[in-house]
């Protein structure tokens, strides 16, 4: 699976991004996707997760209200619409892939085989 993310760029706080992250190589209704973030020196921070179908969701608390994952299985991507953005979004995110045939929710980096490069997101106070 390749997985390719787009979307991040500097931004002001208060304002909004959409990332959008494109998948290739496998069915891509098969796969559970999410998005993760990290800043230098620090782990990689779950963000969102969607289900295969798309009816299930989770959010970390820290972006809930705020950010929504959203995919369309047919164009085979995945995006994560980011409002009211704070100075500590500040990263670079990641959207990654599960390919297991399980309802499982992985909010770990561990939980996902595939990943994108990247895309900075940058939020000015």
């Known amino acids: 699976v390749q997985l390719q993310a787009s979307g991040g760029g500097l931004v002001q706080a208060g304002d909004s991004l959409r990332l959008s992250c494109g998948a290739s190589?496998?069915?891509?209704?098969?796969?559970?996707m999410g998005w993760f973030r990290q800043v230098p020196g620090k782990e990689r921070e779950f963000v969102s997760h969607?289900?295969?179908?798309?009816?299930?969701?989770y959010y970390t608390d820290s972006v809930k209200g705020r950010f929504t994952i959203s995919r369309d299985n047919a164009k085979n991507t995945v995006w994560l619409q980011m409002n009211s953005l704070k100075p500590e979004d500040t990263a670079v995110y990641f959207c990654?892939?599960?390919?297991?045939?399980?309802?499982?929710?992985?909010?770990?980096?561990?939980?996902?085989?595939?990943w994108g490069q990247g895309t900075l997101v940058t939020v000015s106070s």
């Open positions: 190589g496998r069915t891509f209704s098969h796969l559970k």
């Open positions: 969607i289900s295969r179908n798309g009816r299930t969701t």
């Open positions: 990654a892939a599960d390919p297991r045939n399980t309802i499982y929710v992985g909010r770990s980096s561990r939980d996902y085989e595939y």
